[in-house]
């Protein structure tokens, strides 16, 4: 069985473009997103980490380490980043770590190896990795999963996305609904009952059924739920 939420994401030693690294060490006390790409030269793996480099600073700010993972060597890898700053003309050079993973140990050890297309193989007969993401938080408990197809690109928006709604459920006693963005309405925690309801949110809580009951963004107020 793969990876679920709530383990502990895998420890490894990989060589990266930014030099060997050790994994949990990379992490220590930040949040951390693992994410795998097929094949260096590929055009949309090209588009995705310049957008990943162009919100560098989107991670950053929400105290994420970013760490991608190609399954090919690192000399490799180092002149597709060439490559990829020449596309985002400088202004955001690529400045994360990504894995060499030529022999599919990491990608093996994370369940990345894609099964469902038997086309998507190297020129030695091995399986490419998937798109896969993984959000991984200080305590280097797996939080989110997400596993897309070659042909198709990530949207690292819905991941920052998540990164913000996971932040301020560990905060607050609040979950997010469908369509969520910083700033909206979230909701009560169902685990939140009777009088703890008004401690921790006032008389901001709309009760729509007694299921759901939306408050502010704690965010955006001066509050201690
Ligand atoms: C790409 O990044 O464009 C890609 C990589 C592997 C298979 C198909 C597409």
């Known amino acids: 069985m793969g990876l679920r939420l709530g383990d502990i994401a895998p420890d490894f030693e990989a060589d990266t473009s ?8 990379y992490i220590k006390d930040s949040w951390a997103i693992l994410f795998s790409h097929p ?14 480099a162009l919100s560098s600073a989107d991670f950053a700010s929400r105290g994420v380490k970013l760490i991608g993972l190609s399954a090919n060597d ?17 202004s955001d050079p690529l400045d994360f770590p990504i894995v060499g993973d030529k022999d ?3 990608a093996t050890l994370y369940d990345m190896l894609d099964h469902q297309d038997a086309t998507n193989i190297d020129n030695k007969g091995l ?8 959000i991984i938080d200080p305590k280097q408990t797996i939080r989110l999963t997400l596993t897309y197809p070659a042909s198709t690109g990530r949207n690292f928006p819905e991941i920052l996305r998540v990164i913000d709604s996971l932040q301020l459920g560990d905060k607050h006693k609040i979950t997010t609904p469908a369509n969520w963005n910083k700033g909206d309405k979230v909701i009560v925690h169902p685990s939140v009952q009777g009088e703890k309801v008004k401690e921790l949110f006032g008389d901001d809580v709309e009760v729509v059924y007694p299921y759901l009951r939306f408050t502010s963004d704690p ?7």
């Open 74 to 90: 690192v000399e490799s890898h180092k002149g597709w980043i060439k490559d990829i700053d020449a596309l985002t003309q400088g």
């Open 39 to 52: 094949d260096d030269y590929t055009p949309v793996c090209t588009t995705e980490l310049s957008a990943v």
């Open 104 to 106: 599919r140990k990491i």
């Open 219 to 225: 965010s955006t107020k001066k509050e201690k739920a």
């Open 127 to 134: 399986p490419f990795t998937v798109r896969a993401v993984f």
């Open 18 to 25: 930014k030099g060997p690294i050790k994994f949990h060490e």
